[in-house]
C-alpha cells in the first residue's frame, strides 16, 4: 500500500501565493514521475505540473512563470509553489505519484485532494 497526505491547501486572495506539500509513504520501491492535477467543478482533471525522474519539470501553459514544482527524492516528497494566484486557479488539487514495486510492477497513486479557493 501507497498513501499519500497533501497540505498546504486554503484561502487566498488574487496575487497571493500557496504551497502544496505531498508525502509519499509505503511500498513503492521506485518512484519514477510526481506531479500535481487540479479539477475545478464541472471540469475534467488536468495536469498542473509534473516532475518525472531524469526530466525537466513540465507545466500546463495556464501556470508557467507562476507556479514552481519541486521533488526530494530522499524524502519521497514533491511540492508545488503557487505565486500571483487567480480566480481561476480555484479547485481541488491532487497529488500523483507513479513508480514501481520490488517487483517491477508499475503503479500511479492519488492524494485525497485538497481545496485551493482564490479570492478575486
Known amino acids: 500500500q501507497v498513501q499519500l497526505v497533501e497540505s498546504g491547501g486554503g484561502l487566498v486572495q488574487a496575487g497571493g501565493s500557496l504551497t502544496l506539500s505531498c508525502a509519499a509513504s509505503?511500498?513503492?520501491?521506485?518512484?519514477?514521475?510526481m506531479g500535481w492535477y487540479r479539477q475545478a467543478p464541472g471540469k475534467q482533471r488536468e495536469l498542473v505540473a509534473g516532475?518525472?525522474?531524469?526530466?525537466?519539470?513540465d507545466y500546463a501553459d495556464a501556470v508557467k512563470g507562476r507556479f514552481t514544482i519541486s521533488r526530494d527524492d530522499a524524502k519521497n516528497t514533491v511540492s508545488l509553489q503557487m505565486n500571483n494566484l487567480k480566480p481561476e486557479d480555484t479547485a481541488i488539487y491532487y497529488c500523483?505519484?507513479?513508480?514501481?514495486?520490488?517487483?517491477?510492477?508499475?503503479?500511479?497513486?492519488w492524494g485525497q485532494g485538497t481545496q485551493v479557493t482564490v479570492s478575486s
Open positions: 500523483n505519484v507513479g513508480g514501481y514495486s520490488s517487483s517491477n510492477t508499475y503503479s500511479d497513486y
Open positions: 509505503g511500498s513503492i520501491f521506485s518512484i519514477h514521475a
Open positions: 516532475i518525472a525522474t531524469g526530466h525537466r519539470p
